[in-house]
């Protein structure tokens, strides 16, 4: 199972994760589930790793659930059931949370638990022919615990929709209803990501960390805790301006010249 998933660090601290079972067009059971999320963790807390990049081998990202896990856990009481969903929800909300920018590298078909990866992901980049659905309705299932980060995405009128017909749509759709940034030729995808990493690397590592931790603060928050959330927006850039990483960054931009994490 070690070769489910491949890893790749380059020198730049970027950690290609990519999902390694083209026969099941890389869907994932319980084993993924627990391998992924273990890598994730370590990645988070590893110095060397700054971005993440999450995609599939051969012609699909991922297919969401493997078909043999499925008939497993329609053999499993509710309680045993109510365990196996749990730990898909700890990969979701491990992988939304990350401290580390992640990229999903979209470069074929994306359904059911493939979308909540997508969804879960910082930035997300897939070629034109790369295909997406919300299809557990039509296995009599609901997409339960990649709903948070779904809805997040698409809104909850788009939501209304395609959780509820199970529909295809392709790249371009995904685009204009919000759950990818760009979608490019297959043959540029590795460049479009690329370009993009690039743009991330130029950010501090603590800075970009503290800039996640800020959108999902001021998001989850309503007027009723504007006081609260105004004291806690001005701590965190204070922490920032005096901390080493913000003294460096000032005083690289003042001094015309790259900050020590490009380098």
């Known amino acids: 199972m070690a070769e489910s998933i491949l890893q790749e660090l380059n020198g730049d601290g ?48 991922c297919s969401g659930g493997d078909v043999g896990w499925m008939k497993k856990t329609a053999g499993l009481d509710a309680g045993q059931n109510y365990e196996d969903a749990l730990r898909l929800a700890e990969l979701m909300s491990v992988l939304n949370s990350l401290g580390k920018p992640t990229v999903a590298r979209i470069n074929g078909s994306a359904f059911g638990g493939g979308v909540g990866l997508v969804a879960c992901c910082d930035i997300g980049i897939a070629a034109n022919d790369a ?22 995405a698409l809104g909850v009128r788009q939501s209304r929709r395609y959780m509820l017909t199970g529909e295809r749509f392709n790249a371009a759709h995904a685009l204009s209803l919000g759950l990818i940034h760009e979608t490019v030729e297959a043959e540029g995808l590795d460049h479009n990501v690329g370009h993009i990493v690039s743009l991330l690397l130029k950010g501090g590592p603590m800075a970009l960390r503290e800039s996640k931790e800020l959108i999902a603060l001021v998001s989850h928050t309503d007027r009723s805790s504007n006081q609260t959330i105004s004291r806690r927006t001005a701590e965190i850039i204070a922490q920032i301006r005096v901390s080493p990483e913000g003294q460096e960054g000032l005083g690289a931009f003042l001094e015309k010249r790259s900050p020590s994490w490009e380098h």
């Open 14 to 61: 970027v950690l290609t994760l990519t999902l390694n079972r083209p026969e099941v067009r890389n869907a994932f059971d319980d084993t993924l589930i627990a391998l992924l999320t273990g890598l994730l963790l370590k990645a988070d807390r590893d110095p060397a790793v700054r971005v993440i990049i999450l995609t599939g081998s051969g012609d699909a990202f």
């Open 131 to 152: 295909s997406f659905a919300l299809s557990e309705v039509r296995l009599g299932l609901v997409p339960a615990v990649i709903s948070p980060y779904v809805i997040a």
